[in-house]
């Protein structure tokens, strides 16, 4: 029912910013709570961002917060991750999902995901 596709990852130096980019279809995005989480090798999935679905509500880690800023376009059907003073931490594929729910940090919540984008951070 929901489909989302994440862009926008890359390799940066430490220090560095990237901008990731989840395009959803097939629902009312505006409906939907949206969410960032990622997922290093051999680590669980994890949360990052979450934003509910007027913006107005959102919430990050401790390990992003004051670094990376979630945002949405409803008219655009567009989620975005700012992701700035990147760390070699931070690495990891980077996921973008829907939740029919108020904003949340559970993985189980989340409905709908996107295939990933992957974001290396050189040391």
């Known amino acids: 029912q929901v489909q989302l596709v994440e862009s926008g990852g890359g390799l940066v130096q430490t220090g560095g910013s990237l901008r990731l980019s989840c395009a959803a279809s097939g629902h009312t995005f505006s409906s939907l709570a949206m969410g960032w989480f990622r997922q290093a090798p051999g680590k669980e999935r994890e949360f990052v961002a979450t934003?509910?679905?007027?913006?107005?509500?959102?919430y990050y880690s401790v390990s992003v917060s004051g670094r990376f800023t979630i945002s949405r376009d409803n008219a655009k059907n567009t989620m975005y991750l700012q992701m700035n003073s990147l760390k070699p931490e931070d690495t990891a594929v980077y996921y973008c999902?829907?939740?029919?729910?108020?904003?949340?940090?559970?993985?189980?919540?989340?409905?709908?995901w996107g295939q990933g984008t992957q974001v290396t951070v050189s040391s």
């Open positions: 999902a829907a939740s029919p729910e108020d904003v949340t940090t559970r993985v189980t919540d989340y409905h709908y």
């Open positions: 934003i509910n679905w007027s913006g107005y509500s959102r």
